[in-house]
C-alpha cells in the first residue's frame, strides 16, 4: 500500500502549483529587481549587484525574461 498524492494533502503540493493570484506564487526576475530597487530607495542599505559579478542575473536571464 503506497501513499498518494491524496493522502499527503497540501504538504504534498509544490509552489508552483499555487494560483497565479496567491502571494505565494512564483515571482519572476523583475519583480524582484523592482521591489530591490523600492528597498534601496527607502534606506536599506543594500545595493545593486554590477553587472557581470557573482549573482547579478546575466544578460541572458534579462533578455529571457523580458520575452
Known amino acids: 500500500m503506497g501513499i498518494g498524492p491524496q493522502a499527503l494533502g497540501s504538504a504534498g503540493m509544490s509552489k508552483s502549483s499555487k ?3 496567491s502571494p505565494l506564487a512564483k515571482r519572476g526576475l523583475w519583480d524582484n529587481i ?3 530597487r523600492k528597498r534601496i ?3 536599506s542599505g543594500e545595493k545593486m549587484r554590477k553587472p557581470g559579478s557573482k549573482g547579478a542575473p546575466s544578460a541572458k ?7
Open 34 to 36: 523592482h521591489a530591490k
Open 61 to 67: 536571464a534579462l533578455k529571457e525574461s523580458q520575452s
Open 19 to 21: 494560483p497565479c493570484g
Open 41 to 43: 530607495a527607502k534606506g
